[in-house]
């Protein structure tokens, strides 16, 4: 199952490249969406739906997936996310391919119960995101793809040493999770290892200061926000940091905690602050970004059970209302033709479906209660306060600075006296802004339904650390 | 069997050159070829031995690869010259040679034997090809001559001529130096690279791919034995200048052919990694992926120009031939090392045989500066796509081959496991 | 469960007209909003009568979603919406018109819904909802007329002014989890009994919930936000800024009283913030011009108020004053309402007077609620701040300073009520406008406001007297002990007050009726005008350094990004060097070969 759920947007991806038509590809989101659904309904914990295959006999590599209550939840809301876009973006079959393309790496990605197979996929996703760059991109697309490129495979190559290193110091037979957990590196050697896993995921959740590839690539990216959404999507550090770097080499961890929690602390501020600066909506949700994977890597840093919940599900949260929130850009992009905010204003009036779906995502990125956001933020507050309240207190400052560049975002989009009125929302829209209110508000309103699978995980990490609960 | 097969085609078709057309020529010269690797698929996994002539694993592996490159190059060049087949083949068979004995002085010979007919084939284009083979001719010499002085010492160090034979004492690490840096010198490890540069982008394009592949195939098998015992000091240092001045010197080239002799230098330091440990399964699959990738980007830039090919020249190409801009895309990635083509298990292969023996400063270094090489990689692959005028006038069989490799590479990369026990004989 | 449907009918009628509301004439959309909230508060009293009741749910890993009716959530209960379906009723007249009229009562709703989960919260995450969600509803009502750029702003200022007080309530639920590993309030209560743990951190947690509530109540020095909040309608204003959402602060303390009772510093700071404020609002409200502001400065002063109860411990007092207040705030809101469209919107109230010939109803209902605030005894506004005053003295944290103070604060209360009174109703008419007298629908509902402006005061009158509201609220709040003053001594301060309220209510009636005001007032009135140029220090102080700084780290940013290309082109530039060793000259390719051969004999170990 899980290697259909995986196996089903690449293949759909593959033949929308060679042709397929547009429709086709919707479809096939739809279809994505509503079996990573039925996985994640269906989930009975544990570890489930395994397959394992041998993919490098003797050194111990399996093609090994299967879907715990963390990757469960990933493959919901990638899968939601990929189906809103594919609704609304108006691109060609070809751009909407490589977006499934990816959304399948993504899922691997998420379910790879092996190291070295996560590896293949977190690396693997790269290609299909500089693809849409390049293809789709804007003016200065060159200069970001490889600011992206270099930023994410200096990071991402020395990993490849910490991977063997686990393997090789640890004295696991395989690259395979279980194996791995049962042989963490010991010693000395852990701190360089964890700081090998550590780069590579700083840079890709982003931390502070290496998330500086971020603005330039969403900037360039394709003004309907897909190629974003998929971006937002790719943003895995803190899923990496919780399921590998620090599992397999705690010891490292320890060492390195908190100047990680400084980073992570500092990088919520200064991401919410910075995006109050912003001209434009994708610098502005850039930024929005930096500081929202601040605050959840300041939960996964903590190292207690409540900030690992918050800080994953804030993750996951994300990944749906940033995504929304590039994807909705893009819908102003097309009746408007420029990103830059408050160039028009005052299109409540005109488009009142719009400006509500937009103040719900924005409410909900700035941590409202009651929608998706604020779960996350919360649990997150209360395990990094545990560890370390200065910095907790530091990082949360983003919640004034959030709804600060939010809500004059929004009110210098859709309030105040705007020279001309916009279409409301059409067609395909509708769907889209109902299944992303739904999704914003299910996620907010029971988050326990949606943590459950993840506690156990959260308790074993914490356990790992030593904290507990 | 195949010594046999590729000598006997060498002697007759020396013959033969004088009388039949070139291009039936060239369809024996191939055919000869494919006897070759026929021959050797036939006794795959079966060792012989005559003398110091010794068929192995390595041997086996390593003269695939060999004949896998010479096959491209032929199939690739347009020539209105028969010798040219005749060297390619001349120097197959000096390959399979070198990859099939332990024994120092058939290794000089069969290296001066695979050697020879380079000289002549860099001189293919006069002019600025004719300076650049003089440099690698002499440059060459003097190697040839640190070998030499290598294998006395050896005999001297241990009363032996087998390479592998182990030994002690400084006299025994003096020679295994100089095997070293005799060998070095072929696979382009640096400090010992100079040629490569001006003759890849002197010569004829399929000429540059035959010595990016096969040359280094053989060249490879031989460094297997003689440096298995190990001088791992010196070792980490080669590796260690190969991919810094590889990968560095590459970022500011603007021509194809020389930006690929810098990232071929440091491919062979990747490559030297699997010599910590002589593990000839990983080194045989790195040089498999890196066969398939380098010369999949040869072919594609001999089918734009056998002469020089700035990065501009090749801009637009994928709107002329998308399956050859494609191919060159799937090419630089795989060279790169990105999951999922072939070469990122190649990486994966060697990178940990480094690990197993410890040697972490030098495997950072190597993975730190394959970082910096996406940068020139995705200028190389990304190029096709960028407008412009493209020239191409590809042929069909090449576009084939093209597609071929393409898939190969893909294929290979997400199913790894296929193909790597068959080249496990060796190890 | 049926608990949860008190919050429940006001949030389906926010999702009911938030959806379909367009498409209903008016005035259904009223009609249905007025008929929701009147359910819910008949649930409430229906519920109330049976004794407490409760609600759980599971909601987050560790933080149920509990709620709880008991006395004191259940009289402000009673209060919102109680108090709130009249505003709604209200506000069906008022909003006659308004192309948003469905969408105006779809907030309102909302309001009400989350204003009842706030009160009916057990635990300080599901309060915490309540908490933001008013904030929100006040954000989106304030900028209700959002095309007005200076109203938008306004309603964003009132969002990020409270939102730092929420992250003072955010940290300190960490505070109080790290401690006690539970944030449900009964749980905390019981935990709390006994010897506090770690007093100073605990400390610590009740100023920063005190912060969540100084923001929420526009508490000096977060009180800049609420003045600007008139930009809403004025039913929102009713409603909100004076009746139910500001008074959430004073709600927070009561709630947490078993906390506050334990931490005599914090509730000191408390009782001083009150007090200050107090002060800031009375003396603000002098140099208004717009008859929302005059009311909404007196709203500040009236909050301080009850945070000065508050503070010295009176927890039912500060609660008594709530309730009073609700009633003659919202009729002086609505009766301001009224003025204003009468007047066809005009605000300035240098633009009124004489309107005592125009508005026979409402002119009755502005007066009731001038007396009222300014404290004329027997109406309900003097009961409660006389309660408040007799508390400074009694409570264990209080003392004659505050008692002092607070009298003050009274004598200027009074005299800007009846500034306010004097200059709408009074005097000749300065505008050109043809008042008219309000629709029945915004009477009826100012009638009853009255008639509690009158009468609320009633539920808890001094001893000896009958006192309703302290034994039913008594269970809930923390016991402190306070001395009972004798009875003369008591009800001489009464006097006391009573005569003070008396000499203010006759200055301000004077003093406001004259043609020439002194200089020095005039000088004193330039500086209230502007709120003594609070936001314009903050403006220079805080706000602008901010935006500032967010510019510097923008371009900082983007410097950042610079540092990383110039790393990459020196890599190049080195790569650059490297590749010219490769100049051409064989000469030197042997040298360095032979160079190499060296290097690699020396590294070797022999």
């Known amino acids: 199952m899980v290697v259909l759920a995986i196996l089903l947007p690449i293949l759909l991806g593959l033949l929308l490249l060679l042709g397929l038509p547009r429709w086709l590809g919707v479809l096939g989101a739809g279809a994505s969406f509503l079996l990573n659904l039925y996985l994640f309904l269906a989930h009975p914990g544990g570890v489930a739906y395994g397959v394992k295959a041998p993919l490098l006999p003797g050194a111990g590599v399996y093609w090994a997936f299967g879907l715990d209550g963390l990757s469960a939840l990933f493959f919901l809301t990638v899968g939601l996310t990929v189906f809103l876009g594919a609704l609304v973006a108006k691109v060609e079959g070809r751009f909407l391919g490589l977006a499934l393309l990816m959304e399948g790496l993504l899922l691997g990605l998420f379910a790879a119960r092996d190291l070295l197979v996560f590896y293949v996929f977190f690396e693997a996703a790269l290609i299909p995101a500089l693809l849409m760059l390049y293809f789709y991109g804007g003016e200065g697309r060159l200069r970001a793809i490889y600011t992206f490129l270099l930023f994410t495979l200096a990071g991402s190559l020395p990993m490849l040493a910490a991977i063997l290193a686990v393997k090789v110091l640890g004295g696991s037979p395989s690259f395979l999770l279980e194996d791995l957990l049962a042989h963490p590196v010991q010693g000395g050697a852990a701190l360089w290892v964890f700081l090998g896993f550590a780069l590579a995921f700083a840079v890709k959740t982003p931390l502070f200061p290496v998330h500086a590839w971020l603005p330039l690539f969403h900037q360039e990216n394709h003004p309907s926000g897909l190629a974003d959404a998929l971006g937002t999507l790719y943003k895995v550090g803190v899923f990496a940091f919780f399921r590998f770097a620090i599992p397999l080499a705690p010891e490292g961890f320890a060492e390195a905690q908190g100047l990680l929690l400084f980073l992570a602390a500092l990088g919520a501020v200064y991401g919410a602050w910075v995006a109050f600066s912003a001209r434009d909506f994708k610098t502005l949700l850039a930024y929005a970004g930096v500081s929202h994977m601040g605050v959840a890597a300041l939960g996964i840093f903590s190292g207690t059970p409540e900030g690992a919940l918050g800080g994953l599900y804030l993750l996951a949260a994300s990944g749906v209302y940033t995504g929304g929130l590039f994807l909705l850009a893009g819908r102003l992009y097309e009746r408007l033709h420029t990103l830059e905010i408050g160039r028009f204003r005052g299109l409540a009036a005109s488009a009142p479906g719009m400006a509500a779906l937009a103040l719900f995502l924005f409410l909900a990125m700035v941590g409202l209660p009651g929608l998706s956001g604020f779960p996350g933020e919360l649990l997150t507050l209360l395990g990094a306060y545990k560890a370390s309240p200065w910095l907790a207190a530091l990082a949360f400052f983003s919640v004034i600075a959030g709804a600060a560049y939010a809500l004059t975002a929004f009110q210098r989009t859709f309030w105040e006296e705007g020279p001309k009125g916009i279409g409301d929302l059409e067609g395909a829209e509708w769907p889209f802004a109902a299944l992303a209110v739904a999704a914003l508000v299910l996620m907010g309103v029971f988050p326990g339904f949606f943590l459950e699978g993840l506690k156990p995980l959260a308790e074993a990490f914490a356990q790992l650390l030593g904290g507990g609960a | 069997m195949t010594l046999l097969v590729l000598s006997a085609f060498s002697v007759a078709l020396t013959l033969l050159g004088f009388f039949v057309s070139v291009p039936l020529f060239k369809r024996l010269t191939i055919l000869g070829l494919s006897l070759g690797l026929l021959a050797l698929l036939l006794t795959w996994g079966k060792p012989f031995a005559f003398g110091p002539y010794q068929v192995d694993g390595i041997s086996q592996v390593f003269t695939l690869l060999a004949l896998l490159g010479a096959l491209w190059t032929v199939g690739l060049v347009r020539t209105r010259r028969f010798e040219f087949h005749l060297l390619v083949l001349y120097a197959a068979t000096g390959m399979h040679l070198l990859a099939s004995t332990q ?157 690929l002799a810098y990232s071929s230098i440091a491919h062979a330091g990747y490559m030297a990694l699997a010599l910590y440990t002589g593990n000839a399964q990983a080194l045989g699959f790195y040089l498999l992926t890196y066969v398939l990738a380098t010369g999949l980007a040869f072919a594609v830039l001999s089918e734009v120009s056998a002469d020089r090919v700035p990065l501009e020249s090749l801009r637009g190409l994928f709107h002329r031939d998308p399956l050859l801009g494609l191919a060159l895309l799937v090419a630089a990635l795989s060279l790169l090392g990105l999951p999922p083509l072939a070469g990122f298990w190649g990486k994966y292969l060697v990178f940990s045989e480094a690990a197993r023996v410890g040697a972490w400063g030098v495997l950072v270094l190597a993975l730190l500066t394959s970082a910096v090489s996406a940068y020139y990689y995705l200028a190389l692959g990304l190029a096709p796509f960028q407008k412009g005028e493209g020239q191409a006038a590809p042929r069909p069989l090449a576009r084939g081959v093209a597609l071929l490799v393409a898939l190969l590479l893909l294929l290979l990369g997400l199913f790894p496991g296929t193909l790597l026990p068959a080249l496990a004989a060796g190890g | 469960m049926m608990l949860l449907l008190t919050i429940l009918l006001p949030l389906l009628g926010f999702a009911l007209l938030g959806l379909f509301g367009k498409r209903m004439k008016e005035p259904f959309p009223g009609v249905i909003a007025s008929g929701l909230v009147l359910a819910s508060f008949l649930i409430g009293v229906g519920l109330l009568l049976r004794g407490e009741s409760h609600f759980h749910a599971e909601w987050l890993p560790g933080i149920p979603f509990s709620l709880l009716l008991d006395p004191l959530s259940g009289f402000m209960l009673i209060i919102v919406t109680g108090v709130g379906f009249l505003i709604h009723v209200y506000a069906i007249g008022y909003m006659h018109g308004d192309p948003g009229f469905s969408r105006f009562f779809a907030y309102f709703n909302f309001f009400i819904a989350m204003m009842l989960t706030l009160v009916l919260a057990d635990s300080y995450p599901v309060m915490f909802i309540g908490w933001e969600g008013v904030g929100l509803a006040s954000f989106l009502l304030i900028g209700f007329w959002y095309k007005n750029a200076q109203y938008a702003d306004s309603a964003r200022k009132a969002f990020i002014v409270n939102r730092i007080g929420d992250l003072g309530f955010m940290l300190g639920m960490a505070i109080l989890w790290a401690l006690y590993g539970t944030l449900s309030i009964s749980e905390l209560r019981e935990a709390l009994e006994g010897p506090l743990k770690n007093p100073s951190l605990l400390a610590l947690a009740g100023l920063l919930l005190f912060l969540g509530a100084v923001g929420k109540s526009a508490q000096v020095p977060l009180m800049v936000w609420l003045p600007d909040a008139m930009a809403g309608p004025t039913p929102v204003s009713a409603l909100i800024h004076a009746a139910t959402m500001v008074t959430a602060g004073v709600y927070l303390i009561a709630r947490s009283s078993f906390l506050y009772s334990a931490l005599p510093d914090v509730s000191y700071t408390i009782a001083v913030i009150g007090l200050l404020t107090a002060f800031y609002g009375a003396l603000s409200a002098f140099g208004q011009t717009d008859i929302k502001k005059i009311v909404a400065y007196s709203t500040i002063s009236q909050l301080g108020y009850m945070f000065l109860a508050a503070g010295v411990g009176a927890y039912w007092v500060a609660l008594f004053h709530v309730f009073t207040h609700a009633f003659f705030k919202a009729l002086l809101f609505l009766a301001s309402g009224s003025v204003i469209h009468a007047l066809g919107g005009e605000q300035d109230v240098r633009k009124m007077g004489g309107l005592w010939k125009h508005l026979p109803a409402t002119r009755w209902h502005g007066l009731i609620g001038a007396l009222a605030l300014g404290g004329l005894p027997l109406l309900s506004g003097f009961w409660s701040k006389d309660a408040i005053l007799t508390a400074t003295l009694t409570h264990p944290f209080g003392g004659v300073g505050f008692y002092v103070g607070a009298l003050l604060v009274a004598v200027l209360t009074a005299m800007y009520a009846m500034r306010w009174f004097v200059l709408v109703f009074l005097g000749e008419e300065r505008g050109h406008h043809h008042p008219h007298e309000a629709p029945p629908v915004m009477l009826w509902p100012n009638h009853l406001l009255a008639l509690g402006s009158l009468l609320a005061g009633y539920l808890a009158l001094p001893h000896p007297l009958p006192n309703l509201l302290e034994p039913f609220l008594k269970p809930t709040l923390a016991e402190l002990e306070y001395h009972h003053l004798s009875l003369g001594v008591e009800w001489g301060l009464i006097a006391l007050s009573g005569a003070v309220a008396l000499l203010g209510l006759w200055l301000g009636y004077t003093f406001f009726q004259r043609k020439v005001l002194p200089g020095w007032y005039l000088r004193f009135e330039a500086w209230s005008r502007e709120s003594f140029y609070v936001d314009q220090v903050y403006n220079a102080l805080l706000v602008n350094p901010l935006k500032a700084l967010a510019e510097a780290l923008f371009y900082g940013d983007g410097g950042l990004l610079r540092g990383y290309f110039g790393l990459g082109s020196g890599v190049r530039q080195v790569g650059q060097g490297l590749a010219r060793l490769q100049a051409g000259y064989l000469r030197v390719y042997a040298l360095l070969f032979v160079l190499g051969v060296l290097l690699l004999l020396g590294v070797m170990r022999w």
């Open chain 2, 103 to 259: 024994n120092l002085v058939l290794m000089l010979v069969a290296l001066e034997a695979l050697s020879l007919p380079l000289y002549a084939l860099a001189t293919w284009r006069r002019g600025e090809g004719l300076e650049a083979a003089l440099k690698y001719f002499l440059l060459g010499a003097l190697a040839a001559a640190f070998f030499l002085y290598g294998t006395a010492l050896h005999y001297g160090a241990t009363g032996s001529l087998l390479a592998g034979t182990p030994g002690e004492g400084p006299l025994y690490a003096l020679a295994l130096g100089l095997l070293l840096v005799g060998l070095g010198f072929k696979v382009a490890l640096a400090p010992f690279h100079f040629w490569t540069p001006d003759v890849y982008q002197g010569s004829p394009t399929p000429v540059v791919l035959f010595m990016a592949t096969a040359v280094k195939a053989a060249a490879f098998a031989a460094l297997l034995r003689v440096a298995a015992p190990g001088v791992p000091e010196a070792l980490t240092l080669l590796i260690a200048l190969s991919v810094v001045l590889g990968n560095l010197a590459a970022l500011s080239q603007k021509e194809a052919k020389r930006l």
